[in-house]
């Protein structure tokens, strides 16, 4: 692993970096504050190939590896979370449809939104399968030709701005094994019997979209199946160590974006007729802070590189996912800390990133999931 980084890895994150710094941090406040999703910044994103950096560029992304689309989610992340989401988020499930996806499907689906021309979206979450994916009970029978969609789910990233999900469905009600009898398939918006219902009241990233979704009798036909019938629970855990390593380089992005303004204000701010930098209560604060998110970029990396070079590293990605999300956290928590007060009005970006750190210890399995993931695996489990 070189982490002195080759000119190629250099040179997107200067590209994500700016964009974040000057296109996006500007805004930030207005979209928080508005939660509507931020269609203007994504035109632009586009012009710049930060929507699929890692997709090959044969299905329309940008062809570079996973570890650029690593560095490139933390420099979004770092300038504005909820806006990042939104721009970095509309490739969601996308590998799926790259690891099992038929070449039709490919062509039709994959390749707009690697071109950032449409928005996809992954629907596996349900109000009563959340860390138990396996319990999912929305149900796909089939009927004549087609398969009938009918049940809710919850919490769907891009839900109501996508143009087609992939949503996981029971097509066997009492399979043989307990994670057996779900199957994925492609489910386009327009489609009759589809209701999506944003959800705006949102703690933190609320640029980015999330609906909870209803199936009515909704009609799919057979060849929208992704991967193989009733393997759709197998099929998500092999691209799970990609999503949970995506989403500990959010978490490396919003740590280092509050620890930049806490570094800020403690040379800025006065008390005692000197910058508070000069107390070493504070100095300490944050040379902690620094080395933490050292040490979680450091576990992102190791993940993304194993990705890059054609891994699927579970533990290694739970372990990015679990360290990262907490350094998020707690790095958010002490930046606020260090602005005194101000933290706790929206005169500075810190609240914002103290209450948009909160959502990486949740989605791609919450923070107990992925320890449970760690342990099983030391133990020879999985
Ligand atoms: C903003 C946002 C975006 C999201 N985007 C998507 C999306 O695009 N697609 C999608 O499908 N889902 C999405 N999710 C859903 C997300 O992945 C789930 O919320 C998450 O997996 C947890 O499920 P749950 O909320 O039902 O919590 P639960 O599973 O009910 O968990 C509640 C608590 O119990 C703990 N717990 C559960 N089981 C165990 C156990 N065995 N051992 C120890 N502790 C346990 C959990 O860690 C948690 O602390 C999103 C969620 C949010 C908030």
Not at 163 to 176: E, G, N, Q, S
Not at 215 to 234: A, S, T
Request: glycine share 8%.
């Amino acid at each position: 692993m070189d982490f002195a980084l080759s000119e190629e890895y250099t040179l997107i994150r200067k590209t994500a970096r700016r964009f974040a710094k000057e296109v996006m941090r500007p805004v930030a406040e207005e979209y928080d504050e508005s939660c509507q999703y931020p269609y203007e910044i994504v035109e632009e994103a586009k012009k710049l190939d930060l929507i699929a950096p890692s997709i090959p560029e044969e299905y329309g992304g940008a062809g570079m590896d996973f570890l650029a689309a690593a560095i490139v989610i933390e420099e979004l992340f770092r300038g504005d979370p909820g806006i990042a989401l939104a721009v970095s988020a509309r490739i969601f499930g996308s590998d799926m449809l790259l690891d099992f996806g038929s070449e039709e499907q490919k062509q039709k689906y994959l390749v707009p939104v690697a071109k950032g021309e449409q928005v996809m979206g992954s629907a596996i979450t349900e109000p009563e399968a959340g860390s138990d994916v396996a319990s999912l009970k929305t149900r796909a029978e089939l009927v004549g030709d087609q398969y009938v969609l009918n049940g809710s789910k919850m919490f769907i990233t891009n839900g109501s701005i996508a143009d087609f999900l992939i949503v996981f469905a029971r097509t066997d009600t009492k399979p043989p094994e307990r994670h057996g009898g779900i199957t994925a398939f492609i489910v386009e918006t327009d489609s009759p019997g589809f209701i999506a219902e944003p959800l705006h009241k949102k703690l933190g990233i609320r640029a980015a979209d999330l609906a909870e979704l209803t199936f009515k009798d909704v009609k799919v036909p057979q060849e929208n199946i992704v991967g193989k019938l009733g393997m759709g629970f197998y099929h998500l855990m092999t691209f799970f160590a990609r999503g949970r390593t995506a989403v500990a380089a959010q978490a490396v992005g919003i740590a280092q974006g509050a620890f930049d303004e806490a570094l800020k204000y403690a040379q800025e701010r006065r008390q005692f007729g000197k910058p508070i930098a000069d107390f070493q209560a504070i100095q300490f604060k944050l040379a902690d802070m620094a080395t933490d998110i050292e040490a979680a970029r450091l576990l992102v990396y190791k993940a993304a590189c194993e990705i890059a070079k054609g891994g699927n590293p579970a533990r290694e990605a739970s372990m990015a996912k679990l360290f990262a999300s907490r350094v998020a956290r707690e790095v958010a928590n002490e930046a606020l800390q260090i602005h005194g007060g101000y933290g706790f009005i929206k005169e500075y970006p810190v609240e914002r990133f103290y209450r948009d750190a909160k959502i990486t210890e949740l989605y791609e399995g919450t923070s107990e999931v992925q320890r449970l993931i760690i342990a099983r695996s030391l133990l020879g489990k999985i």
